[in-house]
């Protein structure tokens, strides 16, 4: 691949994550995550860590593009802070754990088990399987523990939870808006300690290539971080004038696609 090629790849990724995550209130990492992969193995990098590689690199980048996210809900009075604190103690705990789980497994392993996670959302997106409430919002113990296996979690999918915290905040009985501001908020502290996980974690490995910081390749994540924010307000705009239950229906078929390519590549 050529440099011009490399940076277009990564830029337009950006671009795509973006929008996907202004159309559908989910983060990016569901789709960059699976286009990293393909594009590390246009690359020729070694098969074995690429699926830790793309985890790493998608987590660094949802650093960057929540701090604008959580801005947006704040002033809407949509993140419950009071959930929040006690739920980051738990998710920069876990996320860190995830981060290590992840580096345990082999490539395969851990392609295998993205796979499996990308049709799951895929079904319930599908199907629009979503929570009843059924509890309420349990204390400051409770939190702590729920943000420790959604960081956990997170860590190893490379998402910044949103897939994970809006399911469980609405079974507490949390009003939706407030939901997915409070999930954006849990996207920060899910995705600096993942990243500095996956930095540690891939620092010494032999296998990553030049310009990596242990299992963040710089170059994708620069080109994702310059192209994302700004066509995130580019999807959102879309969400308001496209029929939204085609539009969840045709990306979650093309998750399924993703998926069942993961499990049978």
Known sequence: MTLFFVIASYLALGALAGTVAGLFGIG???IIVPVLMFTFGLQGIDPDIIPHLAVGTSLATIVFTSVSSIRSHNKHGAVRWDLFRPMTVGIIGGALVGAWTASLMSGRALELVIGIF???????MFFQVDPKPGRDVPGVAGLGVAGGFIGWGSAIFGIG???LTVPY????NVRMQQAVGTSAACGLPIAVSGALGNIWTGWHHPAVPELSAGFIYLPALIGIILTS???ARVGANLAHRLNPQILKRTFSIMLLLVGLRFLLS
């Open 169 to 172: 905040l609405s079974w507490c």
């Open 28 to 30: 990016g990492g569901l």
């Open 118 to 124: 990308v049709i799951l959302v895929g079904l319930k």
């Open 161 to 163: 939870g949103g897939t």
């Open 229 to 231: 924010v700004f066509f």
